[in-house]
């Protein structure tokens, strides 16, 4: 490819909606252009990036045994009805009409479609296992898409999805789809963790993210350094950081606290440490006939609740919200921030307690009275014991690990994600196969998505420095830019370079030559910004002295090499990058 006939258009400035790097290097570099909120023009450079992730992950999805079709964006309601998700899935399945007035989703993912095919496709157990994927474009209506390709609403996706015989088979299928993973996210160039994740809406019962590992991540990635321990901070059992119940040894104590309604600023009052308060979080949930039940939860002061531990707790599965202040005024007969466990209706609300919070003796928390807290609560003295102790709070850095040693924290970002289905929507959707017996049996399915847009961000939010991207060689836009300078003027530098590229073609090298008629600090700072692993400069007075040179995008200094050895050198330094 010659530059020249290409098109390249690098901007100076990012648009000042552009947050995170990703989005401010793309949109520079020409690689994307914003259509409307959360909906990219893939442009000619940024879908080369797209192509090359497609590829690597198709080879290995084929290398694997998973076979390739190609289903609908629009999807039929009727589907999604039958599997219960036209109602649960919320504000991001984007519902449409026909002209006939047929209802219509936008898919988000294709458990439905497949599953429809599976009952109508497989009959007998000697089809199995199967293992069908696509890669396809796919629609969330978020309602706040923001960081460019990070949290787009329109996205290219991977998804695939197993099915089998029985559990044990699934399993199996399982485990080839994460060794597949493996395979991808180490061909992509990418540092990454897999890690052991929550479900969430898609469902199943086992499940692992795929994590690259980048500052700028969303997500928090609890990990052992010293093991293969890994999990996503939600699915992360918090220990209790207490042995045993500590014992009793102030008197409980009413103490004034005025304008403290924080557990931060109760501790800088009373001069103790953050971890001797204990803050309290009041819920609602809404049964459907009565009252709403009201339920108190105790965290350390120093501790965050975990959402998804708590809804996954006896009595919230149907959902929870925050109670109301007339709510918390009826049985707290206190506004919040100064609320707590000590004197309360045990018919009216219902006390939980974290593992560390209940293990602790001598501790603060509110006294249910504007201004005032208490402290020296002891448990069985000052309060009953709570109604459930369990894991309510996210690991924190330096927790103890459950396989020994002290748990660490990074920040990671999800580009992959493998489930364990089961039965859930076979059953759903009724699709069946005949067993040896010549009995009917659910079908055992697993899920299995990547990505493919948002790796290609994941990569340069790993990947960048002030002067710009850093692509990975596997999935840059191209591995090597020739930049001859002044070639519009000297016949020299252009047969050079032409030369030189036409071997590197005829190596396979992605190589593009920029033979436009430019100054070198443009020429440079434009493929520094677009991030090519490998950049190879010839000039008429090198060219005289018998040098070119080569620099690889993470190195400060060029290295001089004959001309003569220019493509075994390119070749070897390639292999390293």
């Not at 099915?163 to 789809?177: K, N």
Request: aromatic content about 8%.
């Amino acid at each position: 490819m010659h530059a020249s006939k290409y098109h390249l258009n690098t901007l100076k400035e990012a648009p000042a909606e552009a947050e995170v790097v990703s989005h401010q290097l793309m949109t520079r570099a020409g690689m994307i252009r914003k259509i409307a909120g959360g909906i990219y023009t893939y442009m000619p450079m940024g879908l080369k990036v797209l192509r090359k992730i497609e590829t690597i992950v198709r080879e290995e999805m084929n290398r694997a045994g998973a076979i390739e079709l190609l289903m609908p964006v629009v999807q039929p309601a009727e589907l999604w009805q039958e599997s219960g998700r036209w109602e649960k899935y919320g504000a991001e399945l984007l519902r449409m009409k026909d002209r006939h007035q047929r209802d219509f989703v936008l898919q988000p993912t294709s458990e439905e479609v497949i599953t429809d095919i599976a009952r109508n496709e497989i009959h007998s157990w000697r089809q199995l296992p199967l293992n069908f994927y696509h890669i396809q474009t796919k629609f969330r209506d978020e309602r706040r898409p923001r960081f460019g390709l990070m949290r787009g609403r329109e996205f290219t996706m991977k998804d695939a999805y197993s099915f089998d015989r029985d559990e044990a088979g699934a399993l199996a299928s399982y485990d080839i789809m994460y060794q597949a993973y493996q395979r991808i996210f180490a061909r992509l160039g990418l540092t990454f963790r897999a890690v052991a994740a929550d479900t969430g809406s898609i469902g199943g019962s086992r499940s692992h993210e795929f994590q690259v590992i980048a500052d700028t991540g969303e997500d928090l990635i609890v990990y052992n350094p010293d093991s293969d321990y890994a999990a996503n901070i939600e699915l992360a059992e918090a220990p209790c950081l207490l042995p045993s119940r500590e014992a009793a040894g102030a008197a409980l104590t009413r103490t004034a606290t005025p304008d403290c309604p924080k557990c931060e600023l109760v501790a800088e009052h009373l001069g103790i440490a953050l971890a001797r308060t204990v803050k309290s979080v009041v819920l609602a949930t809404d049964p459907a006939k009565g009252p709403a039940h009201i339920w108190l939860l105790l965290i350390r002061g120093d501790h965050e609740t975990n959402e998804i531990k708590l809804s996954k707790l006896p009595g919230f599965e149907a959902g929870y919200r925050l109670a109301t202040e007339a709510e918390i005024d009826a049985v707290f007969h206190c506004s919040p921030g100064y609320l707590g466990p000590v004197g309360l209706d045990a018919d009216a609300v219902t006390v939980i307690a974290d593992r560390t919070v209940a293990h602790m003796g001598d501790f603060v928390c509110g006294a249910n009275e504007p201004g005032y807290h208490l402290t020296g609560v002891n448990w069985g003295r000052d309060l009953p014991e709570p109604s459930l102790v369990t894991d309510l709070r996210n690991v924190v850095d330096g927790d103890p690990s459950p396989e020994g040693g002290h748990l660490s924290i990074q920040r990671g970002i999800e580009v992959g994600h493998v489930f364990f289905l089961g039965d859930k929507y076979s059953r759903a959707l009724n699709a069946t196969f005949l067993e040896t017996d010549g009995k009917p049996a659910m079908l055992q399915m697993g899920c299995y998505g990547i990505g493919i847009s948002r790796i290609s961000a994941a990569a340069i939010e790993q990947n960048h420095d002030e002067r710009g991207m850093i692509w990975p060689r596997a999935i840059a836009p191209f591995e090597v830019v020739l930049c001859p300078i002044g070639i519009a003027k000297n016949e020299t530098v252009r047969n050079a370079a032409e030369t030189l590229y036409q071997a590197l073609l005829a190596q396979g090298v992605d190589v593009i030559l920029d033979d436009r008629d430019t100054r070198p600090g443009i020429m440079f700072a434009d493929w520094e910004l677009i991030g090519v692993p490998l950049r190879v400069t010839l000039g008429d007075r090198g060219l005289k002295e018998g040098v070119v040179e080569i620099q690889a995008r993470r190195e400060t200094q060029a290295r001089r090499i004959a001309p003569a050895d220019a493509v075994t050198t390119i070749l070897e330094t390639l292999k390293s990058l």
